[in-house]
């Protein structure tokens, strides 16, 4: 291994880590650097656990800005955009609104379900390596509409998933109510997407590390990177506050702040934080059967190993470790509509946790080599699908990494597309 090529990963959310494995499998040298310690709860710990063939729209569609200017005129909402003033924030706003098109979607939409469903078949490979598991569950996911509307709405989306690929099942109220025999829920009826699935986030990261030391893959944690040393169009190593790591070639998923490290070298990333919040309640009275999403509240509910995850919002903007406290109380406030079980009294006592997602300006991720400079990189800006994307992404990687074919096609996930 010593001879191999080495490839230096940054970041160890579950992108990077997936990255790490996949170019080790290929025998890679690998060496991981984050600027977290070890175990941070970062925005793979926390999130709802979801992989999700059933989300194959990117973000950006029809209709969303006009949402989301709607959804501002409450506090408590799950979507917002906080832009503060800056050229960066504005002009990802803009891109945002342009991409936002029927057209985007088509294009869009049969290449990230491929990636759903291929990320999946990744997950079930994992939960058989790795010891104990990592909590995967493949019961499908109902997405609860608690009106008529929010149905019409997701039965228009379900009607599109068969066109990718992806099973759907509209359901009344009285069926949705019959497969969750554990759980009481008041809607109007749901939509079943058998191929989606969930797991415990914290089992995959813990897994993935160990399995990745036992791969001969170095961590470096605590090391926060400053920039990028280049030299005759080619990176030659990383600036940290620990000093300079080379290596032969350069992978950059570092989330929300990737945007930062690839202007420093000349590449405009449109990268902005969506923030989340979640919180899991570790004794719950009732538990689903599958993953739920609660359509009008946008609130996420999965079954996990440590307890019952509630999770929501997008707030757009900088990154940042501020609690909105508004935000978690449109959380608690929401949930009671569709679960009688779990009223705001139920979160009472209970960690609030918050992290940045990386969210691109159309909706797609960032996965590829840049022309700009060959030996660097990118995995990043898939939003809320990080961690249902995170294996395909790192095979895809690792097959660049080799000079192989990628698997499905990169064209529309250049991290060069805005050059």
Known sequence: MADSPKVIVVGSGVVGLSVAYYAAREGLEVQVIDHEPEGFKNASWGNAGMIVPSHFEPLAAPGM????VRMMLSRESPFSFSLSPGRDLLQWAYRFWRAGTKVHVERCAPVLAQMHLASKALFEDLHREIPGGIGLELHGMAMLCATEEGLRAERNVAEAAARFGVRAQVLTGDETQERQPNLRVTVKGAVRYPDDANLTPGLVLDGLRARLREMGVAFEFRARVSGLKTESGMVRAIQTDRGELGADEFVICGGAWSAELAKRVGI??????GKGYSMTLPKPTEMPVGGLLLKEARVAVTGMSDGLRFGGTMEIGKPNSTINAAKVAGIRKSVQRYLPAYPPTAFQGVEVWSGNRPVSSDGMPFIGRTKRLPNLLFATGHG?????LGPITGRLIAQILTRQKPEIPL????PERYA
């Open 384 to 388: 809320m699908m990080g961690l249902s």
């Open 268 to 273: 405009d990333l449109p990268v902005v934080a």
């Open 411 to 414: 064209e529309l996930m250049d």
């Open 65 to 68: 800005v006009g949402m989301g």
